[in-house]
């Protein structure tokens, strides 16, 4: 078996001029790997590249992959992936996966975009200081799940009732109302961290529901779940599609 032509060009795009050691010192491992993910997968669905490395950022998020994270930040950012969209998958991910888990991803991405690219940080501001964080969040809750979340931040047991003002202050008001992506791209990217991370069955299918609620249909999150499987696995993968069959039937 060799690297096809398709996977040597396309891994070209990803890392210009670069030869992986991999190579060297495994290359049947690399022959099938490359086949696979850069040839098999990238032409079984139409999603657009841009959008592939976006879900890819946050699937490796979620599973926790620092080193491929790395890597594949030049790769997204040579497929259109902009520095400001790096770093808004990175905050939007603290909501979910906690700055413990996120913390060295954000070193990754800060030295990718100071050292490899030559910018200066901080990126432009995507944050409206005059933003009502509870009541943008409320706005952000009913656009993307519906009516029935206007009052969700004081609604039910008193004990656990500062949870739902959090989720809607800071989760919502603190991350989905930034610029930068927009509300399907960031419940695409919560569906990556949800599902990535793995035991998070109900939310993931809630957030399932919440993607087809706001255009981002089956079909699209199955390519999407599709376009992921190498980067962590197969049994994360299957369960996310059977949350996206429930979501659907719900």
Aim: hydrophobic letters at 40%; proline letters at 4%.
């Amino acid at each position: 078996m060799a690297i096809t032509k398709f996977s040597r060009n396309y891994h070209e795009k990803m890392f210009p001029g670069y030869v992986s050691d991999f190579l060297r010192t495994d290359p049947e491992f690399i022959e099938a790997f490359d086949n696979f993910a850069f040839d098999e997968v990238v032409n079984q669905d139409d999603i657009d590249d841009k959008t592939r490395f976006i879900s890819i950022l946050a699937v490796l998020l979620g599973c926790q992959g620092i080193d491929e994270f790395k890597g594949m930040l030049k790769a997204a950012y040579n497929f259109g992936v902009t520095p400001v969209e790096m770093k808004e998958i990175v905050y939007q991910a603290v909501a979910y996966l906690g700055i413990g888990r996120v913390f060295p991803f954000l070193k990754a991405a800060n030295c990718f975009i100071e050292d490899t690219l030559g910018l200066k940080l901080p990126l432009e501001n995507q944050n409206d200081p005059n933003t009502n964080r509870l009541e943008k969040g409320e706005q952000a809750q009913v656009a993307i799940f519906g009516e029935e979340m206007k009052g969700y931040a004081t609604s039910g047991d008193s004990k656990t009732v500062h949870i739902r003002k959090w989720l809607t202050d800071n989760c919502f008001g603190d991350y989905y109302t930034r610029g930068g992506l927009d509300y399907k791209q960031r419940e695409m990217i919560t569906f990556c961290f949800l599902y990535a991370q793995g035991g998070c069955k109900p939310q993931a299918i809630a957030h399932a529901k919440a993607n087809i609620r706001l255009g981002n249909d089956q079909d699209f999150l199955i390519k999407i779940v599709s376009q992921n499987v190498p980067f962590v696995g197969y049994p994360r993968s299957i369960n996310a599609i059977d949350c996206i069959e429930k979501a659907g039937k719900e």
